[in-house]
């Protein structure tokens, strides 16, 4: 048994890639370019060049199991991601294991239709949908952060459970071992709920200085996200997903009997990167 991670060197990707090698099982990673960190086999893989949905059989035709990080930024993944899926099945895959959004339900936008088709074909599959990764603190927010001292968001006074990409990893490990396929869905959550005005009161404890909480428009919050490349309409999908925050969305997510709690809390993730966000 060999288990293809796509999105290898992405952040869940690689957190699994460790997981699953140091449990003795073996691994393939793709990228667009092929490379990969050691000690890991790598391959190019484009989910918008066709031409190299081969590659990973070429390199190791054991692989069973398949990690699928749909292309980035795609409102419909489905046209990209299912001559994969139809190709791996004719090539011996029997489980995909699909990350997805909270916000994102089957047969919604981005991997809603990927989760529908393979329920449709009746292979194993199971569908993850972490809700807001603690790691945008450490990408997407830590220009606010240091320039300004401010988080940024259209959420209100909403409240989420921000999730590590540790345990994001640990439950794509589940899913992809377990004895017994899901078939279903999953949401995955961090194990404390809070307001960004929470998250910034939090913040500026560990940092010993004030960090404040900007409250967006969705005008505001998809101008950013269109400046900084994203499509249109997925910038738009983005921003109306942070909206329905402040509507209690990501409080029914973390009440749901039908999620997987994580077990990193955010002050640790905030303690243990510190250095991020210091000026």
């Not at 990690?67 to 409102?75: D, E, F, K, R, S």
């Not at 919604?108 to 599959?125: C, M, N, R, S, T």
């Not at 409240?159 to 995955?188: C, P, Q």
Request: glycine residues 8%; negative net charge.
């Amino acid at each position: 048994m060999t288990i293809l991670i796509t999105g290898g060197t992405g952040k869940t990707g690689l957190k699994l890639a460790h997981l699953l090698s140091k449990a003795g099982h073996a691994v393939v990673l793709t990228s667009r370019k092929g490379e990969v960190p050691q000690p890991f086999k790598g391959v190019k893989f484009d989910w918008l060049e066709p031409s190299t949905f081969t590659n990973p059989f070429d390199a190791d035709p054991a692989i069973d199991r398949v990690y699928v990080v749909g292309p980035i930024g795609v409102l419909d993944t489905l046209p990209h991601v299912k001559p994969f899926i139809d190709l791996a099945v004719t090539k011996g895959v029997k489980r995909f294991v699909v990350l997805s959004g909270s916000p994102v339900g089957k047969g919604g936008p981005v991997a809603g239709k990927v989760h529908e088709y393979l329920e449709e074909i009746g292979v194993d599959y199971a569908v993850l949908r972490p809700t807001w990764f603690m790691e945008n603190f450490s990408t997407v927010f830590v220009a606010p952060i240091r320039a300004h001292n401010q988080i940024v968001s259209v959420a209100k006074d909403g409240r989420l459970a921000f999730v590590a990409v540790d345990d994001i990893a640990k439950a794509a490990s589940d899913a992809l071992l377990d004895e017994k396929s899901w078939n279903s869905d999953r949401f995955i959550v961090g194990p404390e709920l809070f307001s960004y005005d929470e998250v910034a009161a939090l913040l500026s404890e560990v940092l010993g200085r004030e960090i404040k909480y900007k409250r967006l428009t969705e005008d505001e919050s998809r101008l950013i996200l269109t400046s900084v490349g994203l499509d249109a309409e997925y910038a738009s999908f983005l921003a109306k997903a942070e909206a329905r925050i402040a509507d209690g969305s990501e409080v029914a997510v973390f009440e749901s009997d039908n999620k997987i709690v994580g077990k990193k809390h955010l002050k640790e993730f905030f303690e243990t990167n510190r250095e991020t966000w210091v000026i």
